[in-house]
């Protein structure tokens, strides 16, 4: 079986082959990529287009061991808000039975933020220090695998800003908090 795979949504099923890490998808509604592991399962919207004769398909994330407790959340805008004047950078994790704040050994300064990749990730979260809630350029670069990533900006208030994603091995959809975190 190869990395990527390719499969038409036809009214009598899927034709084609799944790939072992993804699979792009083509549908009436346009191009998807869809990927699952033992962590996550999602389908995001490449490039939108009509191809007539086709059913539709709709977007999903699905955490495969169900929403995230919010107050691992909070536990990492708290740490976060302790140092506004540094990037940092926590990872929540599955470890077989719960889900985990790791904080992994970094360097982190006022504009950037350089840690070790900590197995089994659902959730990265980093802080942008001072500056609003964005995922730049260097977050794109960054985040080439599958899973859902937080940047936090505006530290300094009382509410600090928020954003998600879901980063599929380099593409990229937005993600409301709400379809990750529960409370």
């Given at each position: 079986m190869k990395p990527a795979g390719y499969v038409i949504?036809?009214?009598?099923g899927p034709l084609g082959d799944r790939g072992m890490v993804y699979t792009y998808a083509l549908a009436e509604n346009g191009l998807w990529l869809e990927a699952e592991n033992a962590l996550l399962r999602a389908r995001v919207l490449l490039a939108p287009a009509q191809v007539r004769g086709l059913p539709a398909l709709v977007p999903y994330l699905d955490l495969r061991h169900g929403l995230i407790p919010g107050y691992l959340m909070d536990l990492v805008v708290s740490a976060c808000a302790a140092t506004p004047d540094r990037e940092v950078y926590a990872a929540i994790t599955w470890d077989g039975q719960d889900?985990?704040?790791?904080?992994?050994?970094?360097?982190?300064?006022?504009?950037?933020?350089?840690?070790?990749?900590?197995?089994?990730?659902?959730?990265?979260?980093?802080?942008?220090?001072?500056?609003?809630?964005?995922f730049s350029s260097v977050d794109d670069a960054d985040e080439t695998g599958f899973l859902v990533s937080v940047v936090l900006g505006d530290l300094r208030r009382l509410v600090p800003q928020g954003r998600a994603r879901?980063?599929?091995y380099g593409y990229f959809a937005p993600?409301?908090?709400?379809?990750?975190f529960a409370g």
């Open positions: 949504h036809t009214p009598t889900y985990r704040v790791v904080v992994p050994p970094q360097e982190g300064s006022g504009g950037h933020v350089e840690y070790e990749v900590v197995s089994n990730t659902v959730v990265g979260i980093h802080s942008h220090s001072g500056m609003g809630a964005f879901l980063a599929v993600v409301d908090l709400h379809e990750v």
